[in-house]
């Protein structure tokens, strides 16, 4: 398990790892967001599983659209329960 402060952290530690799944916020500190943060993944790896937990209103609008082209891709809200976060992590795993 690895994690970043910011945006730029997020995408310097995709670029040097394999990762099993990635768990986004869509707000992070710095001009990097968790979106750019996916798009810069999708560049370069289309499969691995990509949870988005963010309770950023625009954001929850925007996802749906995104769901429907990427089933690697799963959001769910903040804030929420450790067994709901358990739930949609295992979901992505075992697609």
């Given amino acids: 398990v690895d994690t970043a402060g910011t945006g730029a952290m997020a995408i310097d530690l995709f670029n040097r790892n394999r990762y099993d799944l990635i768990s986004l916020d869509y707000q992070l500190p710095g001009t990097i967001n968790g979106m750019d943060v996916y798009e ?56």
């Fill in 40 to 95: 810069h993944i999708r560049t370069t790896d289309q499969e691995v599983p990509i949870l988005f937990v963010s309770g950023n209103l625009e954001f929850i609008e925007s996802i749906q659209g995104l769901k429907q082209n990427d089933a690697a891709l799963d959001h769910i809200p903040k804030p929420c329960q450790n067994a709901e976060y358990i739930k949609a992590v295992n979901a992505l795993l075992n697609r």
